[in-house]
């Protein structure tokens, strides 16, 4: 196998491991928010409601870090491609 296949090989490899991961992210999420949604006010409640945001936050980062690894690949292009 070529290098720059082998290369756009791996990254492909990464890119769907970090896409699940956000939405490993977002399922957390959701689970925080679906606890949340079945207790009664007060800080547990609170603490559900800011780990969800958390979550949600890493998915979001996630995915924009590898909106811009994807930016980056390409406008730099493999040599032997």
Do not use: F, I, N
């Given at each position: 196998?070529?290098?720059g ?33 079945q207790?009664?006010r ?31 690949d ?8």
């Amino acid at each position: 196998m070529a290098r720059g296949a082998t290369l756009a090989s791996s990254s492909a490899r990464r890119k769907v491991q970090a896409m699940k991961k956000a939405e490993q992210y977002r399922e957390h999420a959701a689970e925080c928010r679906a606890l949340a949604a079945q207790m009664q006010r007060g800080e547990h409640r609170d603490q559900l409601l800011r780990m969800a945001a958390a979550w949600q936050e890493l998915a979001t980062d996630r995915e924009e870090a590898l909106a811009r690894a994807d930016s980056h690949d390409e406008a730099t292009p493999l040599d032997g491609v």
